[in-house]
């Protein structure tokens, strides 16, 4: 049984789909969830669940190590970032090479990068009169949204979508989509 960590920091609406994803499983077990917000809607999710969760600041992620030391004692072999907006920091990544993927709600390279996040990010495909938009998962390393693609769906963008409408579409393709790709790459990379 290979075990996953999420962290997440937003609604926790993706949390939500691939704990419920993995639930008896066998396969995969969801054994850590982390935030750095003490009131994200994950925590709860995790609670009902029964899954362990940790909340911590920048000085646990930047300088102590505190979150790394957490992974390690939960044997974590895997770790998926759903709304988590903070740069991994280089020990975490050298930790978990090829083992850490995050969610972009764009497809990148279009649209990332620092600040490109939520609304900010569907604003910005409207302005541009996109005619398609959609999501890529991504390995994690040091620049934001710059890891190695590991996956990339498409749907459209109607001239009258309005930002919210895009971004129910892409939610859409993220909970259908998210959870089966983390089966795909657990079972490939986790050590
Ligand atoms: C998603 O749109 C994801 O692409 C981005 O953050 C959002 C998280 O949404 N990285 P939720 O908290 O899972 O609802």
């Known amino acids: 049984m290979k075990k996953l960590a999420i962290f997440a920091s937003g609604t926790g609406s993706n949390a939500r789909r691939i704990i419920e994803y993995f639930s008896g499983s066998g396969m995969v077990e969801v054994a850590l969830v982390l935030?750095?917000?003490?009131?994200?809607?994950?925590l709860e999710i995790a609670r009902s669940h029964g899954i362990?969760?940790?909340?911590f600041d920048r000085k646990m992620f930047y300088e102590t190590g505190e979150v790394l030391d957490a992974l390690r004692v939960h044997h974590i072999d895997f770790?998926?970032?759903?709304g988590f907006l903070w740069l991994a920091p280089p020990p975490l990544i050298a930790?978990?090479?090829q083992r850490m993927v995050n969610i972009h709600?764009?497809?990148?390279?279009?649209?990332?990068?620092k600040g490109m996040y939520g609304m900010?990010?569907?604003?910005?495909?409207k302005a541009a009169g996109e005619t398609e938009t959609g999501i890529t998962i991504h390995y994690v390393n040091e620049h934001y949204d710059k890891g190695d693609f590991v996956f990339q769906m498409r749907c459209a963008v109607l001239p009258e979508d309005t930002p919210a409408d895009i971004a129910r579409k892409v939610q859409q393709l993220e909970h259908q989509y998210?959870?089966?790709?983390?089966?795909?790459l657990v079972s490939e990379n986790a050590a």
Do not use: Q, R, T, W
């Open 35 to 42: 935030s750095n917000k003490k009131d994200a809607g994950v």
């Open 52 to 55: 362990p969760a940790m909340v």
């Open 79 to 82: 770790i998926v970032l759903a």
């Open 95 to 97: 930790a978990f090479p």
């Open 105 to 113: 709600p764009a497809l990148l390279p279009k649209y990332g990068g």
């Open 120 to 125: 900010h990010v569907h604003e910005a495909v």
């Open 178 to 184: 998210f959870p089966e790709i983390i089966a795909k």
